[in-house]
């Protein structure tokens, strides 16, 4: 996962874990509009065009073991 800056990798966990724009702003304490251009450079990063296929991707890069992320 070192291809994301660290507050990618903060955006891309609540993506994830299916926060909204708007909550992950709450979550982070920055804007909206922060977050769009977080997620952007994420997809662009990655190669996906949309939140379901960025969430796929980045568990096809490790994010289950990078982040912990429990998948009974």
Excluded: C, P
Excluded at 12 to 25: D, F, P, Q, R, S
């Amino acid at each position: 996962m070192e291809i994301f800056t660290e507050r990618e990798l903060e955006v891309l966990y609540w993506l994830i874990m299916g926060l909204t724009n708007k909550e992950i702003a709450q979550k982070l304490v920055i804007s909206d509009h922060t977050i769009k251009a977080h997620i952007a450079s994420i997809y662009k990063k990655i190669g996906v065009s949309n939140r379901v296929q960025a969430a796929i991707k980045s568990f096809k890069l490790g994010a289950i073991e990078y982040f912990g992320i429990d998948t009974y």
